[in-house]
């Protein structure tokens, strides 16, 4: 039998693929065999990642785009299409967080945060989509959070972009599935990257907020709350993210997969 993880000869895409766990998805779907076309707006990340693909002996190529402007979304696609010939694989890994109290929560920052968080991930759902839908296939992976599911004060633009992305992934599985393109999710928890170690980044994150943590009660907060009683390591969103993309979920569809340390669990 052949291996149902195998994804060699397939394209994928991964938007904001130059950082955090899109880094790893990145490199996870070339050394499970797939060329991969990767989305950011960190050039020196980008050049970083594409020699990385490279070793692997995958095919790479970036893309400098901001993924707010449904245009350059489809210039990339376009440019995807026009060198690889298919698009097999979307992750849509970008994404961004800010806490602010709700009663005055900046207009600026809120629409950013849901420009990038919910348009940009639907600009690319769209145009890679309609390649799919043409081509007779393909899987696209979005990642949400658990909070979009579970509240998080001070972060509304951040938890209803989560929440939003959950219910793009189940209308858009239900909506293509004649057209044999699975849309599923990722649920993650705090990881140690730079967005989800919070602990780390309290003045950026906390910028706004009624009041900064200190790191003992923010270590209390988030690593205290999940079962496994630490951070989520960059790597392990690959196998999740290989097993939605390959033919071993060839009967999933709409689904989000928490990857959480059994914090849903509770």
């Given at each position: 039998m052949n291996n149902p993880f195998d994804l060699s000869g397939k394209t994928a895409i991964v938007v904001g693929g130059a950082g955090g766990l899109g880094r790893q998805q990145a490199i996870g779907l070339a050394n499970a065999g797939a060329d991969v076309a990767v989305a950011d707006v960190n050039a020196e990340r980008l050049a970083a990642v594409k020699r990385e693909?490279?070793?692997?002996?995958?095919?790479?190529?970036?893309?400098?785009?901001?993924?707010?402007?449904?245009?350059?979304?489809?210039?990339?696609?376009?440019a995807v299409v026009a060198d690889y010939g298919r698009i097999d694989i979307l992750v849509n890994a970008a994404g961004i967080t800010q806490r602010h109290p709700s009663e005055d929560f900046p207009e600026e920052l809120f629409e950013r945060i849901l420009n990038i968080n919910l348009n940009g991930l639907f600009y690319a759902c769209q145009s890679v989509g309609s390649v799919m839908i043409r081509q007779g296939?393909?899987?696209?992976?979005?990642?949400?959070?658990?909070?979009?599911?579970?509240?998080?004060?001070?972060?509304v633009a951040y938890s209803m972009s989560k929440g939003a992305v959950v219910q793009i992934t189940r209308t858009l599985a239900v909506e293509w599935a004649d057209c044999h393109v699975a849309v599923n999710?990722?649920?993650?928890?705090?990881?140690?990257?730079?967005?989800?170690?919070?602990?780390d980044n309290r003045?950026?994150?906390?910028?706004?907020?009624?009041?900064?943590?200190?790191?003992?009660?923010?270590?209390?907060?988030?690593?205290?709350?999940v079962p496994l009683r630490r951070y989520g390591l960059p790597h392990e969103i690959i196998g999740a993210t290989v097993f939605l993309a390959s033919d071993a979920a060839s009967m999933v569809t709409g689904h989000l997969l928490a990857v959480d340390g059994g914090f849903l669990a509770q």
């Open positions: 693909i490279e070793r692997i002996g995958r095919k790479a190529r970036t893309f400098l785009t901001d993924i707010t402007d449904a245009s350059a979304v489809q210039a990339m696609t376009d296939g393909g899987r696209i992976i979005n990642v949400a959070s658990i909070f979009a599911t579970v509240g998080l004060p001070e972060s999710g990722l649920m993650p928890s705090w990881f140690e990257t730079p967005m989800g170690k919070v602990a003045d950026q994150f906390y910028k706004g907020a009624t009041r900064v943590p200190t790191a003992e009660e923010l270590q209390k907060k988030t690593i205290g709350r």
